[in-house]
């Protein structure tokens, strides 16, 4: 299996813009985590799915932030609109039971 | 706030000497603790796990140990090589499984030839 699969693995965008950001988990997980980095406050969960159903979205900052996930093999995760405080890498992890398997992220700067 | 702390940001080790990485953290409700280690541009890996009816969990150059009355874990590599060079993140979660893991951020190892 090629693992977890994010795209793209940069994004440029300019403030107000909408942002998608896309995962493909390793096939069989049926949890599937989007988490982001920063500096101050680490890895911080945003949103997690089973088997496609969002289970706890408590860590999506703001109505700006939603999560899709359409099939078991894809997942977005759509920023609109954008600001420059969302910059930070995202990552998306896949799993069916303990430490999830991260993706290689996607690093997105909002100038 | 952080209910996962990693208070050391960087730590400098020579090689083939212990490398200790430490973690404390606040919610008595966790029972389920990994370290997670990650290199630059990639996705972190994830390492070594202990949950909470253990003190002690060991993976050839890798031990955890947990106490859990201080509410703290540490991770330690020994020997240290120069390959374990990378962030170290904490995690911690209320039960074993997949579910939301709290994480810290992070403690930069370097270990010196």
């Known amino acids: 299996d090629a693992g977890v699969i994010q795209s793209p693995r940069h994004e440029v965008t300019e403030m107000g813009q909408e942002v998608t950001l896309r995962c493909k988990p390793i096939?069989?997980?049926?949890?599937l985590f989007w988490y982001r980095q920063t500096m101050m406050r680490g890895l911080e969960l945003l949103i997690y799915?089973?088997?496609?159903?969002?289970?706890?979205d408590s860590g999506m900052p703001e109505d700006r932030f939603s999560a899709k996930m359409p099939n078991a093999s894809f997942s977005t995760l759509k920023i609109q609109p954008s600001e420059p405080r969302d910059s930070a890498v995202y990552f998306c992890?896949?799993?069916?039971?303990?430490?999830?398997?991260f993706g290689s992220g996607t690093r997105l700067t909002v100038v | 706030d952080q209910q996962v702390k990693q208070n050391s940001p960087s730590l400098s080790v020579q090689e083939g000497r212990i490398s200790i990485l430490n973690c404390d953290y606040t919610?008595?409700?966790?029972?389920?603790f990994l370290w997670y280690k990650k290199y630059p541009a990639e996705g972190p890996t994830f390492l070594i796990s202990?949950?909470?009816?253990?003190d002690k969990n060991e993976d050839g150059r890798f031990t955890v140990f947990l106490n859990k009355s201080a509410k703290h874990l540490s991770l330690h590599i020994v020997p240290s090589q120069p390959g374990d060079s990378a962030v170290y993140f904490c995690?911690?979660?209320?039960?074993?499984?997949?579910?939301?893991?709290?994480f810290g951020t992070g403690t930069r190892l370097t270990v010196i030839p």
């Open positions: 992890a896949s799993t069916t039971y303990g430490a999830g398997i």
């Open positions: 096939s069989g997980h049926d949890y």
């Open positions: 799915f089973n088997n496609n159903v969002p289970i706890d």
């Open positions: 919610n008595s409700m966790f029972d389920y």
């Open positions: 202990i949950s909470s009816i253990k």
């Open positions: 995690a911690a979660s209320e039960m074993d499984g997949a579910n939301n893991l709290f």
